[in-house]
């Protein structure tokens, strides 16, 4: 039981520095012919940045932005409840707190990233492609899931 607690409380840090590796770099697509990426935040072209991502509407742009910020907030917020749940809780309760703090988390990556996969894949065509933020995004998306059903299930012995 303890291996299986300190396997998830591993797999929930590393999905939190996944989170904000994803929202704060800027690579969720990146050229395939020249040195460019496009983020959440800026636009990169050979090595200089600007702010203005000409290829975003201002409204779908801030509302991923802004679910991408509430995940990260509800992943933090899941682990330290959980941390928490682990000491004060008795034995044989489960930790549905942290569950359904994790499955909110959850909804907030699939709803920011569903809305800028439905506005931004396919951005010109195919001189653009999926970058590593975006790749990161998803799978933060399946662990968060996989961890708040754990939650939701696992039962403190």
């Given at each position: 039981?303890l291996v299986?607690?300190?396997g998830?409380?591993?797999?929930?840090?590393?999905?939190?520095?996944?989170l904000f590796?994803?929202?704060i770099?800027n690579v969720w697509?990146?050229s395939?012919?020249?040195?460019?990426?496009v983020g959440?935040?800026?636009?990169?072209?050979?090595g200089?940045c600007?702010?203005s991502?000409?290829?975003a509407s201002e409204?779908?742009l801030?509302?991923?932005?802004?679910f991408m910020?509430l995940?990260?907030i509800?992943?933090?917020?899941?682990?330290?409840v959980?941390?928490?749940?682990?000491?004060t809780?008795?034995k044989g309760?489960?930790?549905?707190?942290s569950?359904?703090t994790?499955?909110?988390?959850?909804?907030?990556?699939?709803?920011g990233?569903?809305?800028y996969?439905?506005?931004?894949?396919?951005?010109?065509g195919?001189?653009y492609h999926?970058?590593?933020?975006?790749?990161?995004?998803?799978?933060?998306?399946c662990?968060?899931?996989i961890i708040?059903?754990?939650?939701?299930v696992?039962r403190?012995?």
């Open positions: 039981m299986l607690l300190a998830i409380f591993v797999v929930h840090i590393a999905t939190v520095i996944m590796v994803s929202t770099a697509l990146a395939s012919t020249a040195d460019a990426s959440l935040w800026k636009n990169c072209t050979n200089s600007s702010d991502l000409s290829y409204d779908a801030k509302t991923v932005q802004a910020i995940s990260i509800f992943c933090v917020i899941a682990l330290l959980f941390v928490f749940q682990l000491f809780m008795e309760n489960r930790f549905f707190l569950g359904a994790t499955l909110v988390c959850w909804l907030c990556i699939l709803v990233v569903s809305i996969t439905s506005r931004y894949a396919n951005h010109d195919t001189l999926h970058g590593y933020s975006y790749i990161l995004a998803w799978i933060c998306f662990f968060s899931f708040g059903v754990l939650y939701l696992l403190k012995k």
